[in-house]
């Protein structure tokens, strides 16, 4: 039997500007990575440039700012883009930047025939789980069909669309509900593209193809692999009968894989690498079922940003998977195993019955309250069981006594400080390159981008020209903003209850906190009222989310207004609503530029009295400058137990109340 | 602890500072003695000044998309450089007590602009207006051009919004099933103004006014009631809402029932004050309804008035409770 090739080894990565990501994409290269995966900054996934008002503090942080073809061109300086395999995480304004990689290409004289990669272009997770949506479904479905019918005719080897499941399961999806909605995503995709009318049956049938998976894995790791079998069955059904596709080659189910954030843990961060290394096995093991594009996260992921070592190590695991274990030397070790072929039909059943419903529901569009719901729904059940015991997390809930570690001691030493000038550099380049641009060839690219957004022709020629002609991405997307209009997701938090359910001792401590809050509305006069805030672009709302639906089932009245809020709206919300209390959660990083800005607020329109506590990955030293700025209290994940972090707010919120 | 003072001059309120505003609503809302003392005075000082705000009402079912149609409203509104105050009530848990207030978060409320939101837990009143609410929506008309009230309509809550707005827009979504349960209720003699919303798709938008018309049909008014098929998430329709409002508003005036149905709900409202303070003997000892309204008609300083006389009942039960 033939060795098998392994999958295309990634690390998602890209930080500060395009010349210190293009010096680290070299790096990874030379370390035997082989392919490219971009993280972009959250400014340039929502569609602003560096220089914007909302950019401010984001610029650089989660990712690379790509403003213009100035930048793409510094990112991929020195790597021939028709032997690279690039994957771009990019899905609001993935026509883009999709755009701006085939101007690029072009500017290196290679042809866009043989470009290899994928964008990510899965508009349906951002509004359940990841946030850097801009522009309602139907335009943004069409958007999506637009690269597909483009790449097929002109980028052939293209992944236009890698439909996630990934973020699914970080938002607390179990195994079946990932599978579930991830093909109701894809459902929405292709028919939104055959009912285009631009592709003929055949044309069609290699669309299909060309769709690929983004998908998550889990620390349960047998699960995962009958999960991914089920998944590849469920797609070759619902190809070959929903889309008639008969070619077996253009059904087949292609994925690529980052596996397990959620579960990664802030105490003990060593122990992450071996979750990291069995979630890696649950992608691989099951030769029917394994990935075609991997990238790992880091040991120290949950304490801020990894360094180029810390994603080395996790390089280094897929290819001492790939070259020194003897997975690649066997058929699927899985077929004829009973216990597999059950628990694989059993997760099928129960997805296919959950797309069922969806579709009843009139798709994953109209559906989008009820599937927000079931998956916050999911986390909180999943965030109950873990603070009830149930379930084990090693070094957290379980086995938490340790020696002394001489890898980390609690210090930010071991996480990536991005330079705070890169900002800065960043806005300087921008406005030199608006400056030396021809601005007559911007105007009339850009005019030229409006008529066919409005009339409906494929948004993908237009777009490649504004790159060359030297267009930004924030005028790019403010240009579509002014055609489309802007969505606002559903926050999924109206339906779900910690109490249903919850037994044993969270119920009761929960009950005790209940009585508690009535016994301080009293005291307040009113009860008890909290503004829970998501300053920033950042979109990863589960925490903010837990937290308004503990608050609430403890007896408090939330306000809670969803992601990518101001500083000045926040401080609006707290002045209009009266609150005791505010809580921010910011996962991008850039919390010392925020929090400040909140507080600042808050002193200008005489509301320094309330308190604020802020929670999100946030270093320690970082956590001391906020406490210092006067933040009552900092929430890290290794605050894990969701009534002490209530009870410890409700405290917060007293002692002010105290001092009026 | 002694009662904080808080920092309130009715001429902040009237220059529409929102600090001011806030305070007051918090205020009002408080519910320790000294403070209703502070919240019955704003309210006798408020008395005298005109309401000139048109409150509007608009309720419906939960997911109807009210608070995206608000939105739209609050958008037309600040064009034409109106004050604008937003009340918003969600529903509070039976089991915990507490609430989510999310509806600010489907309004765009720029934060410069002259509009004050407000959300309010229902409390014990379903989907209806709490006691608080009730006096932030009095306070507001004294402060605003408009002032727009959401609550959610369950089937019997959404006559608790009568007593407070002027015009009434119940908003339903095509074949929803919610009409049968609306006739039912008897809530179809409510709404001054129906709104079909969601109604993107023009054929089941007009099946769903042509349901809506015949539901009305059933009922005898003297406004002729529109039925109107909007579309809050493509801005659908929106300035027809606007305008039938706003002609709404302009009917009541012409035909002089504006004041008599505000003068009505003054004295529900300080009806329903007085049994909360004083209950059914006191309501009696005051003469009722009737006289309830003539002491908050021609009597200045009645809040107060009525705050001193809870005082001295609670003194009164406390004897009685160490006579026994």
């Known amino acids: ?660 | 602890m002694t009662a904080r003072r808080y920092p309130l001059e009715i001429s902040s309120l009237l220059r529409f500072e929102r600090q001011a505003i806030a305070a007051a609503v918090n205020l009002l809302e408080d519910r320790r003695p000294e403070y209703q003392e502070q919240a019955r005075t704003l309210l006798d000082n408020l008395a005298p000044l005109p309401a000139l705000a048109h409150v509007v009402g608009i309720t419906g079912p939960p997911g109807v998309g009210k608070s995206s149609l608000i939105s739209r409203l609050i958008a037309l509104a600040l064009q034409t450089g109106k004050r604008l105050g937003v009340v918003a009530v969600d529903p509070s848990s039976k089991v915990s007590g507490g609430a989510l207030l999310g509806d600010r978060g489907r309004m765009h409320v720029p934060p410069r602009a002259p509009i004050f939101v407000r959300s309010f837990a229902a409390r014990d009143r379903l989907g209806g207006l709490s006691r608080e609410a009730f006096s932030a929506v009095f306070l507001l008309r004294h402060l605003c051009d408009v002032v727009l009230v959401e609550t959610v309509g369950v089937g019997q809550s959404e006559t608790d919004i009568a007593h407070v707005a002027d015009t009434v827009v119940l908003v339903v979504q095509p074949f929803s099933g919610d009409l049968l349960q609306f006739i039912k209720a008897g809530v179809m003699e409510v709404p001054d103004i129906l709104v079909v919303n969601k109604a993107d798709d023009a054929a089941l938008a007009r099946k769903a006014v042509a349901e809506v018309t015949a539901a009305l049909s059933l009922e005898r008014q003297s406004w002729a009631r529109p039925v109107l098929a909007v579309s809050a998430t493509t801005n659908l329709h929106i300035d027809a809402l606007d305008a039938a409002i706003a002609a709404h508003y302009h009917d009541l005036r012409t035909a002089n029932v504006l004041d008599a149905r505000r003068a009505k709900q003054m004295t529900e409202w300080a009806v329903s004050e007085v049994r909360y303070e004083l209950g059914r003997v006191g309501l009696a000892a005051l003469g009722g309804s009737a006289g309830v309204q003539a002491l908050w008609t021609h009597q200045p300083g009645a809040w107060g008035a009525l705050r001193r006389l809870a005082a001295v009942l609670s003194r009164v039960e406390y004897r009685v409770a160490g006579e026994m």
């Open chain 1, 1 to 660: 039997m033939k060795k098998d090739v392994p999958w295309v080894m990634r690390t998602y990565s890209g930080h500060s500007t395009a010349q210190a990501s293009n010096e680290l994409y070299r790096l990874n290269l030379r370390k035997g990575q082989t392919g490219l995966s971009v993280a972009f900054d959250l400014p340039t996934q929502t569609g602003y440039d560096s220089d914007h008002p909302l950019a401010r503090g984001e610029v650089g942080k989660v990712g690379v700012p790509v403003c213009h073809i100035g930048d793409m061109e510094m990112l991929f300086a020195g790597i021939p883009l028709g032997q690279t395999n690039t994957s771009m995480t990019i899905n609001a304004t993935a026509a883009w930047l999709l755009a701006l990689y085939i101007a690029t290409a072009e500017r290196q004289g290679v042809d866009p025939k043989v470009l290899q990669g994928t964008t990510q272009n899965d508009i349906l997770k951002e509004y359940l789980s990841r946030g850097t949506y801009i522009f309602p479904p139907e335009p943004s479905l069409r958007l999506i069909s637009d690269t597909i019918t483009y790449t097929v005719a002109h980028v052939p080897k293209w992944n236009p669309v890698n439909v996630c499941s990934y973020h699914l399961q970080e938002a607390g999806a179990t195994p079946v509900q990932e599978i579930a909605y991830a093909l109701c995503s894809a459902i929405a995709i292709l028919d939104t593209v055959r009912t285009s009318g631009r592709l003929s049956a055949g044309e069609f049938a290699e669309a299909v193809g060309r769709i690929s998976f983004f998908v998550n894995s889990g620390i349960r790791f047998i699960e995962e692999i009958c999960k991914l079998r089920a998944f590849g069955q469920l797609w070759d059904e619902l190809t070959r009968d929903r889309y008639g596709v008969t070619d077996p080659k253009l059904r087949r189910f292609r994925y690529g894989v980052q596996v397990n954030s959620l579960g990664l843990t802030e105490a003990q961060p060593e122990n992450n690498i071996p979750r990291i290394v069995l979630e890696a096995l649950g992608v691989t093991l099951s030769k029917n079922a394994r990935c075609r594009a991997m990238q790992l996260p880091a040991w120290n992921e949950a304490l801020g940003l990894p360094r180029p070592w810390d994603q080395q190590w996790s390089l280094r695991i897929q290819q001492i998977l790939a070259y020194e274990t003897d997975i690649l030397e066997y058929d699927d070790i899985f077929d004829g195993s009973r216990v597999i072929e059950e628990k694989t039909d059993e997760i099928k059943r129960a997805a296919w019955a959950e797309v069922e419903r969806v579709m009843e529901l009139g798709g994953v569009i109209a559906a989008l309250d009820y599937i927000k719901e079931r998956l916050v729904a999911s986390h909180t059940e999943r965030v109950r069981r873990i603070n009830s015991g149930e379930q084990v997390v090693v070094g957290v809930n379980k086995f938490t006594e340790t020696a002394p570690s001489p890898l980390y001691t609690g210090d930010s030493s071991v996480i990536l400080k991005v330079d705070e000038a890169a900002e800065r550099d960043q806005i300087a380049r921008l406005h030199a390159f608006r400056a030396a641009r021809n601005q007559a060839e911007v105007t009339v690219a850009l005019a030229a981008l409006r008529d066919a957004a409005v009339s409906g022709a494929n948004i993908m020629p237009a777009s490649i020209r504004c790159a060359h002609a030297g267009v930004t991405t924030g005028e790019w997307s403010q240009t579509l903003r002014e055609v489309f209009g802007e969505f606002r997701a559903p926050t999924g938090i109206g339906g779900v209850a910690v109490a249903r359910g919850a037994e044993g001792p969270i119920a009761a401590q929960l009950e005790a906190l209940r009585a508690r809050v009535r016994r301080i509305a009293d005291t307040l006069g009113r009860p008890l009222k909290v503004l829970i805030g998501k300053p920033g672009l950042d979109g990863h709302s589960n925490g903010a989310e837990q937290i308004a639906v503990w608050c609430r089932d403890a007896g408090m009245e939330v306000v809670y207004e969803g992601i990518r809020l101001t500083p000045e709206q926040i401080v609006t919300s707290a002045r209009d609503e009266g609150v005791h209390l505010i809580g921010l959660s910011i996962l991008s990083g850039s919390h010392l530029r925020l929090v400040p800005a909140i507080l600042a607020g808050l002193k200008g329109e005489g509301l320094d009295h309330i308190p604020v506590v802020v929670g999100g990955i946030i270093p320690e030293d970082d956590a001391e400058q906020l406490r210092h700025a006067g933040v009552a209290r900092v929430y890290t994940p290794k605050d894990f137990e969701m009534v002490r972090i209530l009870s410890d707010m409700v405290d917060v919120a007293e002692a002010a109340a105290a001092h009026l």
